[in-house]
């Protein structure tokens, strides 16, 4: 049977079994915590070993928020390139003229020198997806900050493997993936806004949530569909 317990604000789901040491861990996607404990422990023993865990569970979860895939693309035509959602068929140009790259009626036209390999052909797709974030951004973080009623020193966007966005609360300065172009503009309007909450509270416990209930009530769903892709 599972009995959930709330420790420093964190909710834990504990189980007893038969068992001669207790076990916690922090569950994928969600960053549910969980504890297998032995069936005559107490729980104020159990409480203490969570909290002095905190810091660490809140580590893991912060990690599984913001996951996302890297699917491998080859960059050949034919291959579906996502742009704010929606998929582009590639169309690989070799030319011997300037690189560029143009989005649109479906196709993503990507003109190249006939030896741009791989790497080169990213990079050019890559430079697109910068240009559309960094002409989003500003905008939607000048909206958000007013709302929320704080104010970021500033933005980068890189390309992050496993996070969709980090808020450094020292220095205010957030960082947003790359990624984000791939997904609906709504993500990132998501990820902007939770990277600003954290301006407001640093951890993402049930104070945290309840700012984005108010000031993004539908961000549950949102997440759930960064979250069918993997994790954020
Ligand atoms: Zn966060």
Redesign the pocket.
């Known amino acids: 049977m599972i009995k959930h317990i709330s420790v420093g604000n964190v909710p834990v789901e504990l189980e007893r079994k038969k068992i001669k040491n207790m076990y916690l861990r922090v569950v994928p996607p969600e960053g549910q915590v969980r504890i297998t404990a032995p069936m005559r422990m107490g729980e104020e023993e159990i409480r203490k070993f969570v909290l002095t865990k905190l810091d660490w569970i809140r580590t893991k979860q912060?990690e599984m928020?913001n996951r996302h895939p890297q699917e491998e693309i080859d960059y050949v035509s034919g291959e579906k390139i996502y742009l704010w959602g929606n998929p582009y068929q590639l169309q690989v140009q070799e030319k011997n003229v300037r690189p560029s790259i143009q989005a649109g009626a479906g196709l993503l036209v990507l003109a190249v020198k006939p030896e741009a390999g791989k790497e080169q052909r990213k990079k050019m797709v890559d430079t697109l997806y910068r240009e559309v974030l960094l002409k989003e951004i500003p905008p939607l973080m000048a909206k958000w900050e007013a709302r929320i009623g704080v104010k970021a020193t500033g933005f980068t966007v890189r390309d992050m493997k496993t996070r969709w966005g980090t808020c450094n609360v020292r220095t205010k300065k957030i960082c947003l993936s790359l990624q984000l172009a791939k997904q609906q503009p709504r993500c990132l309007e998501y990820v902007v806004v939770?990277e600003l909450v954290?301006l407001l509270e640093r951890s993402?416990n049930h104070v945290f949530k309840s700012y984005l209930d108010h000031f993004l009530p539908e961000w549950r769903q949102i997440k759930k569909e960064m979250n069918g892709k993997a994790a954020i």
């Open positions: 912060q928020e939770h954290h993402h």
